[in-house]
């Protein structure tokens, strides 16, 4: 628990170093950001677009999760299919996204179609590289052993596939739902009158610091802090099957 | 992929899907075709791969680096540990108003965004490298008195390359995507801009035609790097 606090600590003085060199242009100090946000929560307008997003990004990341095991974990079972289709996703994984908007924008229109498509695009490919990596990764004794069991095919699935892919699927889960949150945002801030992402965007174009960085805080903690556990169950799941 | 491709233009060119949201792929590739003759957008490019190559510079030095450093010094790796963690899941755009405010307006705000999201993929992947570098080559250096740097240099670097090229090969993708990004939020020039702008003024010819720029620029460029480190992989086992 040391180390982390540390680093807190580490953050929030090099956040007032950097505040106290470029001054009140750019930056709040800690404190006046942390009283921003707190007025900001206070709002009645704000909760709807807190809403807004974290519909749209479950959404999307609902979407994402689904297709990305769904293209992911049969491409691991077939190896000659996977040896294709690997750099194929390697490439759509490089692939800046943001360029893909206006199309998406075109074919769902502005609004949530358009937001979830968009988080859901960002979050598939990882998912589903990680997926089919972990199921060509298996042990084959395993599966040998399932067979000299003579289980059946539910069996094995359930008994040995699953827990054997499981670690691995669980890491591309937790960098899907960094990318679909970011690809959420981004949605948001290139069309939408909603969420998040569009008030980031509103801020922005009026130069109002104070709601930039209090918005940043509030995603930064989201984020970070759901990471943390996904990281934590990650761990776990790595921990027990080695 | 020829599939898809062929499905996408026989549906456009049956007009089932209109041609204000895609126009066929023939179009767009004879728009990127004409627009890349007539030299209009050379100078957008040219900022943009830029910009690119400085943030894939920049991020390769100082990745290497702080890596090198950060292994070195377990108790520095153990305090930054959580930050390498949730780094990625941070979204990095929100940070953009608070660079332009540091770096003024022009091409530095989208390098700096370029950069921040390279440079912790390189510094990961240096030190998952560094790592596994085998302790009986560090023995021999240490044997022959080698100093830190040499040490770095000769031993370390040189084992954990694979590890690094997998860094470097991320930090291209990512400089792409944050150059680009940062180019869409706001900026005067660069592919990103032009693309918006065709959005907003619903110039669909140019915009498709720079998408499939992009488009394919990051795939050769990407597949490049995938056949460069298949070859250097295999010269490694043979040796």
Not at chain 1, 189 to 195: A, E, I, L
Not at chain 2, 67 to 86: E, N
């Amino acid at each position: 628990m040391r180390y982390p606090l540390v680093l807190l600590v580490l953050i929030l003085v090099v956040w007032e170093i950097l505040y106290l060199l470029v001054g009140d242009v750019a930056l709040r100090s800690p404190a006046a950001t942390v009283q921003a946000l707190k007025t900001m929560l206070g709002d009645e307008r704000f909760p709807p677009h807190v809403l807004e997003t974290l519909l749209a990004f479950a959404q999307g990341f609902a979407i994402a999760v689904v297709v990305g095991l769904l293209i992911g974990l049969p491409l691991g079972a077939a190896r000659f299919a996977g040896e294709v289709a690997e750099p194929i996703l390697v490439a759509l994984y490089s692939i800046p996204k943001v360029t893909l908007y206006p199309v998406i924008l075109l074919i769902f229109g502005i609004g949530m179609p358009a937001k979830v498509a968009f988080g859901a695009i960002h979050g598939i490919v990882p998912i589903s590289i990680f997926a089919m990596n972990a199921v060509r990764n298996i042990n084959p004794t395993h599966l040998r052993t399932a067979r000299a069991m003579r289980l059946s095919f539910w069996a094995t699935t359930r008994k040995v596939l699953i827990p054997a892919a499981l670690p691995e699927v669980m890491t591309g889960i937790r960098v899907g739902f960094s990318l679909a949150l970011i690809g959420t945002l981004l949605g948001e801030m290139f069309g939408s009158q909603r969420g998040l992402g569009h008030l980031l965007m509103q801020a922005m174009s009026l130069h109002n610091i104070e709601r930039i960085l209090a918005l940043t805080l509030l995603l930064v903690v989201f984020a970070a802090g759901v990471s943390g556990i996904l990281l934590a169950i990650d761990h776990r799941l790595h921990r027990r099957t080695s | 992929m020829v599939g898809a491709v062929g499905l996408l233009e026989l549906l456009c060119r049956l007009g089932v899907i209109p041609n204000f949201t895609v126009i066929p792929p023939s179009a767009m590739a004879q728009s990127l075709w004409k627009l890349l003759a007539s030299g209009k957008f050379n100078a957008d490019i040219a900022a943009t791969l830029t910009n690119v190559g400085i943030a894939i510079v920049a991020s390769m030095i100082v990745g290497v680096a702080a890596g090198t450093i950060l292994q070195s010094w377990p108790a520095a790796r153990r305090t930054l540990d959580p930050l390498f963690a949730t780094y990625y899941a941070v979204p990095m755009y929100a940070f953009y108003p608070l660079l332009i405010v540091i770096f003024g307006l022009g091409d530095l705000p989208q390098v700096a965004i370029g950069f921040l999201l390279a440079v912790m993929a390189v510094i990961i992947n240096t030190l998952n490298g560094l790592d596994r570098v085998p302790a009986v080559l560090l023995k021999t250096a240490r044997v022959h008195g080698l100093g830190f740097l040499r040490t770095a240099v000769r031993i370390r670097l040189p084992c954990a390359a694979p590890y690094v090229f997998t860094g470097f090969k991320l930090a291209v993708a990512y400089s792409f995507i944050g150059v680009i990004g940062a180019e869409f939020i706001t900026s005067s020039r660069g592919i990103g801009y032009e693309i918006s702008f065709a959005y907003n003024n619903f110039d669909n010819p140019v915009m498709y035609a720079m998408i499939l720029f992009i488009l394919l620029l990051v795939i050769t460029v990407n597949m490049s790097l995938h056949v460069w480190e298949k070859r250097l992989l295999a010269r490694r086992r043979r040796a």
